[in-house]
């Protein structure tokens, strides 16, 4: 499975990559045809935002800890401080990492949108894409 992911390097430049978690066909419930699934990762904790209808792009800023965001519903474009912009749909999630440097822009649908954000532990290494 993909996963947008955004990073900063070591000049503090914001950029896109994708990485593959890897799932496992495994079968949950007898007689049900088997689940993708993966591996159990580690979360410190998680929260829930609500971002009112209309919400203004919000200028370039970081993270204060990588999170992996799930967009429930609603949209966002985010663009990195390359200039590249990607639009992320509700179902779709970001592992967002850019808790140094310049940061990302984020330019929200017009709709009310409910994130869920999970905080991701210092020192979790997640596979590479």
């Known amino acids: 499975m993909r996963c947008l992911r955004i990073y900063a390097t070591s000049d503090g430049e914001s950029h896109f990559d994708e990485i593959e978690i890897p799932m496992t066909a495994r079968s949950i419930f007898p007689d049900v045809a088997p689940f993708e699934v993966s591996a ?64 990302h822009l984020s330019r929200h649908s017009s709709a009310e949108q409910t994130v869920l954000w999970i905080t991701l532990p210092t020192g979790l290494v997640l596979p590479s894409g």
């Open 40 to 103: 159990h990762y580690p979360a410190s904790r998680i929260r829930f935002t609500r971002i009112p209808a209309g919400m203004r792009p919000v200028d370039w800023h970081t993270v204060p800890e990588r999170v992996l965001t799930v967009r429930l519903d609603g949209a966002v474009d985010y663009e990195t401080s390359d200039g590249e912009v990607r639009q992320v749909p509700a179902g779709n999630f970001v592992l967002l990492e850019d808790t140094h440097g310049k940061g």
